[in-house]
């Protein structure tokens, strides 16, 4: 997903600056840094020379620290993306293409397998879009520039060792700016510790192996303590003024706590009682859904640490199975988001004005959102670069 207007646009300006005030004799050094440490990371230097002999920093990776759409896009947006009728109908196409796989898979790591298609289509949208960006270097730039250089050292070692083992062909391992890669992009410590070789062609191969993604997948789950057969959480109603102060993923209670605190389902059924403890998220403020988290929602938060991503897979893991499409409590806006289906078509009316926004294609970039914001100007709305419902149906009328 983009970033929103605002923070695309900071991001692409600084950015833009970086480059000409980039210190190539500082990466050079700092390069030079690294290849001395190489070997006691259990990366030989000629390795190390292979990939990054005549490597160039990519600044614009520094820019995107600070600006994760888990953290800066409105919930209502994140999942009327993520989770839309498009994805749901390939994820029930890819449950029946790889049945069997997913069988062998469940049988070995008990986690179902619309659990695993699910961060398979939010990942990569089921293998289509894996990342532009050459891994190696997107990693050592950010070892040498910005923040959290110390982790991304790890990662960008980590990399090379796993180019030295022969894993992955070097010309595929592109990835996101951070450095994850693969069907279910994973970074590469964790593919060092949990990646599986599950077709049994001796390499763990989460770009080329559908097969490896799927059980690698799996497996980190199951480490996180997925728990076979469970629930991920229970969308619930709060009694009128409820303290928002008792919310909180961490803020475990049972349920027989959170009914005497008065929580219903949403769906109108009595809370199941008993020992189980889990956290109430309110994504969106208590005038939103609301849900209790139970275990199996911590695993999949584990996986990306954000519960916008978590709400995400958990959602789209239930309408794979066929269940609604949405949550009995409606967004607290009068703007919803749009599918990537409304997203395409709100791209091709902009270009029927005028707008040269480049490529349709439901990703909502810089070019897109300039677009939006000029003719928000022009109605006298916020001129904030936001796709939604209400712009939509505005540019769907005639005249």
């Given at each position: 997903m983009k970033?929103?207007f ?7 300006t600084f950015?833009a600056a ?7 004799a500082?990466f ?6 690294l290849r001395e440490q190489a070997?006691?990371?259990g990366v030989a230097?000629?390795?190390f020379d292979?990939?990054?002999r005549e ?9 995107f620290?600070d ?8 919930i209502?947006d ?12 390939d994820?029930?196409a890819?449950l029946a ?5 997913l069988?062998a898979?469940e ?8 659990v695993v298609?699910?961060v398979w ?10 990342g532009?960006r050459?891994l190696v270097?997107?990693l050592?730039?950010l ?12 990662e960008f070692?980590?990399t090379l060792q796993i180019?030295q083992?022969g ?8 990835g996101s ?6 069907h279910t992009?994973?970074?590469p ?7 599986e ?6 390499r763990?191969?989460l770009?080329g192996s ?5 059980a690698?997948?799996a497996?980190f789950?199951a480490?996180a303590?997925?728990?076979h057969g469970?629930?991920?959480?229970i969308?619930v109603?709060l009694?009128?003024g409820f ?11 049972s349920l027989d706590a959170w009914?005497?605190?008065?929580l ?5 059924g009595a ?6 403890t889990?956290g ?5 403020g208590?005038?939103?859904p609301?849900f209790?988290?139970l275990r ?9 640490a954000?519960?916008s991503?978590?709400l995400?897979?958990?959602h789209?893991?239930?309408r794979?199975r066929?269940?609604?499409a949405?949550?009995?409590?409606r967004w607290?806006t009068d703007d919803?988001?749009?599918?990537r289906?409304e997203r395409r078509?709100l ?8 707008y040269d926004?480049?490529e349709?294609d439901?990703?909502?970039g810089t070019?897109t959102?300039?677009a ?7 109605l006298?709305?916020?001129?904030d ?7 939509l149906e505005?540019?769907r009328?005639p005249?």
């Amino acid at each position: 997903m983009k970033l929103p207007f605002r923070s695309a646009l900071i991001a692409a300006t600084f950015a833009a600056a970086l480059p000409a005030a980039a210190d190539d004799a500082g990466f050079a050094r700092c390069l030079a840094e690294l290849r001395e440490q190489a070997p006691a990371k259990g990366v030989a230097s000629a390795t190390f020379d292979t990939h990054t002999r005549e490597l160039a920093p990519d600044m614009a990776v520094v820019g995107f620290l600070d600006a994760q759409p888990e953290f800066t896009t409105a919930i209502w947006d994140y999942l009327a993306a993520l989770v839309d009728d498009e994805r749901v109908a390939d994820g029930r196409a890819m449950l029946a293409q790889w049945a069997e796989t997913l069988a062998a898979v469940e049988a070995r790591y008990a986690v179902e397998p619309a659990v695993v298609v699910a961060v398979w289509g939010v990942e990569s949208n089921y293998g289509r879009n894996f990342g532009k960006r050459p891994l190696v270097q997107s990693l050592a730039t950010l070892s040498c520039f910005g923040r959290r250089q110390s982790f991304f050292r790890g990662e960008f070692f980590t990399t090379l060792q796993i180019l030295q083992e022969g894993h992955v062909d070097a010309d595929k391992l592109t990835g996101s700016w951070a450095g994850a890669f693969g069907h279910t992009q994973f970074m590469p410590s964790t593919f060092m510790r949990l990646a599986e070789d599950f077709d049994g062609n001796g390499r763990r191969d989460l770009v080329g192996s559908v097969p490896d993604a799927l059980a690698s997948t799996a497996n980190f789950l199951a480490r996180a303590g997925w728990q076979h057969g469970r629930p991920w959480g229970i969308e619930v109603r709060l009694p009128q003024g409820f303290d928002a102060a008792q919310a909180g993923r961490r803020a475990r209670r049972s349920l027989d706590a959170w009914r005497a605190a008065g929580l219903t389902r949403a769906d109108g059924g009595a809370l199941p009682g008993g020992g189980d403890t889990a956290g109430l998220i309110l994504p969106a403020g208590t005038a939103g859904p609301a849900f209790l988290t139970l275990r199996n929602f911590d695993a999949l938060f584990s996986y990306n640490a954000a519960e916008s991503y978590a709400l995400a897979i958990a959602h789209l893991a239930d309408r794979l199975r066929g269940g609604d499409a949405g949550f009995h409590t409606r967004w607290p806006t009068d703007d919803p988001g749009l599918s990537r289906a409304e997203r395409r078509e709100l791209q091709r009316l902009l270009l029927a004005r005028g707008y040269d926004i480049g490529e349709v294609d439901g990703l909502l970039g810089t070019n897109t959102r300039r677009a939006i914001a000029d003719l928000q100007r022009q109605l006298g709305w916020e001129a904030d670069g936001r796709a939604g419902r209400r712009l939509l149906e505005h540019l769907r009328r005639p005249g």
